[in-house]
């Protein structure tokens, strides 16, 4: 309802109350009219009030059809707020609902980048365990390696224990790689010039007749069968040397030198190898980091996820809940305002019948007053007759007195009553100004209420814009959150095309590595081979 309305309705009530007044101070008048006594009473004041009654009928219902347009103009405002009300709810119902799209985007977006996350763990843990085994491969094939480097130095040691004739000069040009015995080879080498110097003289004298120099040292060194023999039957072999041992040996050392280019090879290769593995697990404890680096971030940044979205959570039952106390709110405003209404238009029916009493009311007060003019000019005129009557003798008037008497008695028992009718009608007339006067000031408290009501609608108008604020705030938030997340799954993306770039790398080393193995047991089952070959032909020499 409108406090300009309201307002109009007070000041037509204030008119109502001036009007009521003015006519009970011209009942009031009339009455004092009424006496007997006073027979001079002039007539006049009763003029003005007949003359007055019609511009009141005609203001009234001027007031009316003013009335009539305020509560139409009230029911236009209390539409267009009513949809005002609709379009708001609409408007809020629509961003809630765009509110859980959104929030079942982001988490699904979550859900989907906690399983991507546990995927990469899955995926890190599976190649870490592949490195952990490749590594475990390389220990194998260093301790392999070391065994088999044992073992040719120590089929090297015997198989130069049993040749003396061989010279330190000579050893290294053979064997450049077996730097690390040394000394313990030089004083070999002494020990064994020392205790074979016939020996070295038949040498002399073989290599005289011969014409070429080969080296029995790599021979020995591929065939410790022929090394482990005696040094007498050596040098019965040497003396008398077949044709067909000398090709063997021959074919030996072309051997000899392929195989040991290949160990040279092989070196190189083992050696690249150990420096990329060395490379690799740089790499992989580098990634490692990056990785706990970046899954850290990553719950922390799901860690304020996590608040934000408390918070918002929060902050959104918070907002419903003052949109459901606003709602409650306007709807107590509406029942109160309903109320009001219902209050008014109770009022106006009850203004309307007071209304036509009291018009009932002016027409019966005209009446007796025109009975009033009626019986005083009856009394005048029976007062003139007494006069002349008083002048007649007494014998005469008696009778005519009697009568008039009688009469007279009549009509002032008429008047008594029409009186009593009177004070009536003017204690009726005071009840419905008192309630008229409470009607005021219910309508008083009514407006006070509006006014509460009014100043609550503002505050929470204020209240809404405030937690549109922050929503809107909530919601940058997020986007913040979006794009540090899509930050976060394009660097697990780059990570999961490196680890795949290091496990194909892995993959092709192992390939290499077991290559290498296979071509290293092929050299073993040749050399074996050839061991045997050597064996057999010494055997038969001895035989």
């Given at each position: 309802m409108?406090?300009?309305?309201?307002?109009k309705l007070?000041d037509?009530?204030?008119v109502?109350k001036t009007q009521?007044?003015?006519?009970y101070?011209?009942?009031?008048g009339?009455?004092?009219?009424g006496?007997?006594?006073n027979?001079?009473?002039?007539s006049q004041?009763?003029h003005p009030?007949?003359?007055h009654?019609?511009?009141?009928?005609i203001?009234n219902?001027?007031?009316?059809?003013?009335?009539e347009?305020l509560?139409?103009?009230e029911?236009e405002?209390?539409k267009a707020?009513?949809?005002?009300?609709?379009?708001t709810?609409r408007w809020?119902?629509?961003?809630t609902a765009?509110w859980r799209?959104?929030?079942?985007?982001?988490?699904?977006?979550?859900?989907?980048?906690r399983?991507?996350?546990?995927q990469?763990?899955?995926?890190?843990?599976?190649?870490m365990?592949e490195l952990?085994?490749?590594?475990k491969l390389?220990?194998?094939l260093?301790i392999e390696?070391?065994?088999?480097?044992?073992e040719?130095t120590?089929k090297?040691?015997l198989n130069?224990?049993?040749?003396?004739?061989?010279?330190?000069?000579?050893?290294?040009l053979?064997?450049?790689?077996?730097k690390?015995?040394?000394?313990v080879i030089?004083n070999?080498?002494?020990v064994?010039q020392?205790?074979?110097k016939?020996v070295?003289?038949?040498?002399?004298?073989?290599?005289?007749n011969?014409?070429?120099?080969f080296?029995l040292?790599?021979?020995?060194?591929?065939?410790?069968?022929?090394g482990l023999e005696?040094?007498?039957?050596?040098?019965?072999?040497i003396v008398h040397?077949?044709e067909?041992?000398?090709?063997?040996?021959?074919?030996l050392?072309l051997q000899?030198?392929?195989?040991?280019k290949?160990l040279?090879k092989e070196?190189?290769?083992?050696f690249?190898l150990?420096?990329?593995v060395?490379?690799?697990?740089?790499?992989?404890?580098?990634w490692?980091?990056?990785?706990?680096?970046?899954?850290?971030?990553?719950?922390?940044?799901?860690?304020q996820?996590?608040?934000?979205?408390?918070?918002h959570?929060n902050?959104?039952?918070r907002?419903?809940?003052?949109?459901?106390?606003?709602?409650?709110?306007?709807?107590n405003?509406?029942?109160k305002?309903?109320?009001?209404?219902?209050?008014?238009?109770?009022?106006?029916s009850?203004?309307?019948?007071?209304?036509g009493k009291r018009?009932?009311l002016?027409t019966?007060?005209?009446?007796?007053e025109?009975?009033n003019r009626?019986?005083?000019?009856?009394v005048?005129?029976i007062q003139?007759?007494?006069?002349?009557?008083n002048?007649?003798?007494?014998?005469n008037l008696?009778s005519?007195?009697?009568?008039a008497?009688?009469?007279l008695?009549?009509?002032n028992k008429e008047?008594?009553e029409l009186q009593?009718?009177?004070h009536?009608?003017?204690?009726?007339?005071?009840?419905?100004?008192?309630?008229?006067m409470?009607?005021?000031k219910?309508?008083?408290?009514?407006?006070?209420?509006?006014?509460?009501?009014?100043s609550?609608v503002e505050?929470?108008?204020?209240?809404?814009?405030?937690?549109?604020?922050?929503l809107?705030?909530?919601?940058?938030?997020?986007?913040?959150?979006?794009?540090?997340?899509?930050?976060?799954?394009e660097?697990?993306?780059?990570?999961?095309?490196?680890?795949?770039?290091?496990?194909?790398?892995?993959k092709?080393?192992?390939?290499?590595s077991?290559g290498?193995g296979?071509?290293?047991?092929?050299?073993?089952?040749?050399?074996d081979?050839t061991e045997?070959v050597?064996?057999d032909?010494?055997?038969?020499h001895?035989s």
């Amino acid at each position: 309802m409108n406090l300009d309305s309201v307002h109009k309705l007070s000041d037509k009530t204030q008119v109502f109350k001036t009007q009521q007044r003015q006519s009970y101070e011209l009942a009031e008048g009339s009455k004092a009219t009424g006496n007997l006594c006073n027979s001079s009473l002039p007539s006049q004041r009763l003029h003005p009030y007949s003359s007055h009654h019609p511009c009141m009928h005609i203001s009234n219902n001027n007031d009316w059809e003013i009335s009539e347009e305020l509560r139409l103009r009230e029911l236009e405002e209390v539409k267009a707020r009513a949809a005002q009300m609709e379009k708001t709810m609409r408007w809020w119902s629509d961003c809630t609902a765009n509110w859980r799209e959104k929030w079942s985007k982001v988490r699904a977006e979550r859900n989907k980048a906690r399983e991507e996350g546990r995927q990469l763990r899955i995926k890190l843990e599976t190649t870490m365990k592949e490195l952990n085994a490749l590594k475990k491969l390389n220990q194998d094939l260093l301790i392999e390696k070391e065994e088999w480097e044992t073992e040719v130095t120590w089929k090297k040691k015997l198989n130069f224990s049993d040749m003396p004739c061989m010279t330190e000069k000579e050893y290294q040009l053979v064997c450049p790689e077996q730097k690390p015995v040394k000394d313990v080879i030089k004083n070999k080498i002494l020990v064994v010039q020392e205790m074979h110097k016939d020996v070295e003289t038949t040498e002399n004298t073989l290599r005289k007749n011969q014409g070429t120099r080969f080296n029995l040292r790599l021979l020995d060194s591929f065939a410790p069968g022929i090394g482990l023999e005696k040094p007498r039957q050596r040098l019965d072999n040497i003396v008398h040397p077949p044709e067909n041992e000398l090709i063997h040996v021959s074919a030996l050392h072309l051997q000899l030198d392929e195989s040991q280019k290949i160990l040279q090879k092989e070196r190189e290769m083992h050696f690249f190898l150990e420096k990329e593995v060395e490379k690799l697990d740089s790499d992989l404890s580098q990634w490692k980091w990056k990785y706990e680096e970046m899954r850290q971030s990553k719950l922390e940044s799901l860690k304020q996820l996590n608040i934000l979205h408390d918070l918002h959570q929060n902050e959104v039952e918070r907002n419903f809940e003052n949109i459901e106390d606003e709602t409650g709110a306007r709807t107590n405003m509406d029942r109160k305002m309903c109320e009001l209404r219902a209050e008014m238009e109770r009022l106006q029916s009850e203004n309307t019948s007071e209304w036509g009493k009291r018009e009932i009311l002016e027409t019966e007060k005209q009446g007796l007053e025109r009975e009033n003019r009626r019986l005083k000019a009856q009394v005048k005129e029976i007062q003139e007759l007494l006069d002349k009557r008083n002048k007649l003798p007494s014998s005469n008037l008696g009778s005519d007195f009697k009568t008039a008497q009688s009469e007279l008695l009549e009509k002032n028992k008429e008047l008594i009553e029409l009186q009593h009718v009177h004070h009536k009608l003017n204690k009726q007339y005071h009840d419905k100004v008192a309630e008229l006067m409470h009607a005021n000031k219910r309508v008083e408290q009514h407006e006070d209420e509006v006014k509460k009501l009014r100043s609550r609608v503002e505050d929470l108008k204020r209240g809404l814009n405030q937690a549109e604020d922050k929503l809107d705030d909530s919601l940058n938030q997020i986007r913040k959150l979006q794009r540090s997340l899509d930050e976060q799954t394009e660097a697990n993306d780059n990570l999961q095309i490196q680890l795949n770039h290091l496990k194909s790398r892995l993959k092709r080393q192992q390939k290499v590595s077991s290559g290498f193995g296979i071509k290293q047991s092929s050299m073993y089952d040749a050399g074996d081979s050839t061991e045997t070959v050597s064996k057999d032909e010494g055997s038969q020499h001895a035989s």
